[in-house]
């Protein structure tokens, strides 16, 4: 009969790093689905007892748990049709036995009873007058208190770090330090989940397993294992022993007191109490979920399937089950040992430039993104490449939040602050109808007082600790996918900050946002592109200069990159990596919009022609700058190609202003 030989971790691993914040699953293993929320209405159309418009749903009463969770699927732009948690859902689970009720009770009184101590000191600091001073030994703790209450408390106040709308700067400081390590529980009873899960002894699959966990968090653990088929080192994921159901009694207990909370809510954040635990449930029931990190591990896989610059591990999915998850063994170096990645002989500067293109991709681009990029999550591979673990933890952007966030992006170069504002409205920052006049003043403070110094001197940090006091003085309600969002834009820039101190975060992210505005074939992103080089109807020349020298040096450093040089298996046409700047379809775009839409052809017209003067010059130095990525014939050809769909196009327009004419 096979054997398994367990040995010790300081020898099986030596020189490996593979520390991150583990979840487990559920136990019930349901299909994904994202999808927009007018392809959701199609999609459900044969259910027409339930299905309701976008206006009807914001009808509805706002305390209705179902019309709460409405509320998110529109705000967000992505339905999940087969979802894990519903208030319903959670109440059912906590309430379908005796024994289980009373649990729920003494849980309740632990609860109550710790927070209302707690409380009760914050109110005796207020009367004496003393709460400002005792500030930081105060938040620390609120942080013990978060670890003593368990796992849900300990996600709790890892959400409440990123969350200025709901509690002050100086406490969110001291969770941010707040750490998920937990000691392990025994190997016997992880091996146990293993092999119940698998349906066969460790010994017929794992050839070794380490006597020790690799990591150990709230809601489970790790340890590193080779198969016996393949001698394939692996990660084994073992989610905690009876994690589910303490998870749901506490979800019950805190959507319960948020209750009482509403009407302090609803003035202070423009939404109610019961909404943000929903958000937060949501989440925390997915990292419980392992078969939902396995279709997120495929999905990023897929995303960046084509880019040599990014390593996602496979999902052995044959070897997984609802409370355990095996994928490949991630040989990489963390992030947080600048000494290590120098003298693997890592080129820091790519390394970082890859790293921040490949989180912009995630966000502008796939709309799937990493929610918890901690530094144990991140690891440099010795070839130059990044790669991520644990996808417990993935947030969605919907395709017109993506839009959004480049349209804010666009109003913030253009320095357009009432529409900055009036982003922060279709984003779900604000509830609607929210008068955003009183608000304008305060973005365009922070803005100028943050661009103004250049980009030398900027980073997400002080930016955002800047928005923390806004968010804390006005209704405003940081939705709980942003409030990631900003987590995770903030831990990498930590990152970077510790791999390079003079780390410039937004010199390498404006030649990626440069790049993607003029070369995305997306209509968009094309309209973007205009946005930005017309101010106040003038055409900006300088600016296109910018654009397309950031543009080049996102190219140049992104192909650049150790990692490239590398044989892979794929054929490198595949590869996403362009070796120059094509502005092919860009400038065919360009031209069909010239000869079709009057309005740009006047406006080009007038730059050309303005201040009284031919502006040749500019045009020259703009060519100068594209001519050596600039395939003339090619391009030539390109445009010949579509001359008949231009020609039609014309003519159609042309028929129209004809018509409408008359």
Not at 172 to 185: A, K, R, S, T, Y
Not at 507 to 517: D, I, Q, S
Request: proline share 4%; glycine share 6%; net charge negative.
């Amino acid at each position: 009969m096979a054997s398994i030989s367990t040995i010790s971790t300081s020898n099986f691993f030596c020189n490996n790093h593979y520390t991150a914040k583990f979840s487990s699953s559920s136990s019930v293993l349901q299909p994904r689905l994202r999808i927009s929320a007018a392809n959701a209405a199609v999609s459900t159309s044969s259910n027409s007892t339930s299905r309701r418009t976008s206006s009807e749903r914001a009808n509805l009463e706002v305390g209705s748990s179902s019309s709460a969770m409405e509320q998110l699927d529109i705000e967000r732009g992505v339905c999940f049709p087969f979802r894990k948690y519903t208030p319903e859902t959670v109440r059912n689970k906590v309430l379908e036995s005796r024994g289980q009720i009373l649990s729920l009770v003494g849980r309740g009184v632990e609860i109550v009873w710790n927070l209302g101590l707690y409380w009760s000191t914050l109110m005796y600091d207020c009367l004496v007058g003393r709460d400002e001073e005792v500030v930081p030994y105060r938040a620390r703790q609120l942080r013990n208190l978060l670890c003593d209450l368990g796992p849900s408390f300990i996600k709790a106040g890892q959400v409440l770090a990123n969350r200025p709308d709901i509690i002050r700067e100086d406490y969110m400081n001291e969770l941010c330090i707040l750490q998920d390590d937990v000691p392990p529980f025994p190997n016997q009873v992880a091996f146990a989940i293993i092999e119940e899960e698998l349906g066969q002894p460790l010994e017929a699959i794992f050839s070794k397993i380490s006597s020790q966990t690799i990591a150990a968090a709230s809601l489970g653990q790790v340890y590193r294992a080779t198969l016996r088929d393949s001698g394939e080192d692996v990660a084994i994921k073992v989610q905690r022993p009876r994690i589910e159901p303490i998870i749901y009694r506490d979800l019950f207990l805190f959507r319960t007191l948020a209750s009482f909370l509403n009407g302090i809510s609803l003035q202070k954040l423009g939404c109610n109490a019961e909404l943000i635990v929903d958000e937060f449930g949501e989440k925390l029931l997915e990292e419980l979920d392992y078969t939902l990190e396995a279709r997120n591990l495929e999905d990023f896989l897929e995303n960046f399937k084509n880019d040599p610059t990014v390593k996602i591990p496979r999902v052995y999915k044959k070897l997984s089950g609802s409370r355990v998850l095996v994928m490949e063994w991630i040989d990489g170096i963390r992030c947080t040992d600048p000494q290590a990645i120098k003298e693997a002989g890592i080129d820091v500067n790519g390394f970082l430039t890859v790293g921040v293109s490949a989180a912009l991709r995630q966000l502008l681009e796939f709309g799937l993104f990493h929610g918890d990029p901690h530094p144990g999550n991140i690891f440099a591979m010795r070839d130059g490449r990044i790669a991520y673990v644990d996808f417990g933890n993935v947030a969605v952007l919907s395709q017109q939040n993506k839009q959004i966030l480049i349209d804010a992006v666009v109003h913030a170069v253009n320095e357009d602050y009432v529409e900055m504002a009036n982003d922060f409205t279709r984003l779900g920052f604000l509830a609607s109808g929210t008068d955003v006049a009183p608000i304008i003043p305060a973005l365009e403070a922070i803005w100028q007082n943050s661009s103004g110094k250049g980009l030398s001197d900027f980073n997400f940090r002080s930016v955002t600790g800047k928005f923390n006091q806004l968010v804390y003085q006005y209704p405003i309600r940081i939705p709980e996918r942003f409030s990631l969002v900003i987590r995770s834009l903030l831990t990498q820039e930590g990152i970077c900050f510790t791999l390079k101190p003079d780390f410039k975060f937004l010199e390498v992210a404006y030649p990626y946002v440069a790049k993607r505005l003029l070369t995305d074939p997306n209509p968009a992103l094309r309209e973007r592109l205009i946005q930005v080089l017309f101010k106040d109807g003038v055409f900006q020349w300088k600016r296109l200069e910018n654009l397309i020298v950031l543009a080049k040096e996102n190219v140049a450093k992104m192909s650049s990159n150790p990692a490239l040089k590398v044989k892979h298996t794929k054929s490198s046409r595949d590869l996403q990596v362009e070796r120059k700047l094509d502005l092919t379809d860009t400038i065919k775009d360009g031209a069909r919009l010239f000869l079709i839409d009057e309005g740009i052809r006047r406006q080009l017209l007038l730059a050309l022609t303005e201040d009284s003067k031919l502006h040749i010059q500019e045009l020259v130095d703009v060519y100068r700058l594209v001519e050596g990525d600039i395939d003339i014939p090619s391009v030539a050809l390109e445009v010949a190609r579509d001359l008949p769909a231009v020609a039609r196009d014309v003519i159609l327009s042309w028929s129209a202003s004809v018509l409408s004419d008359r």
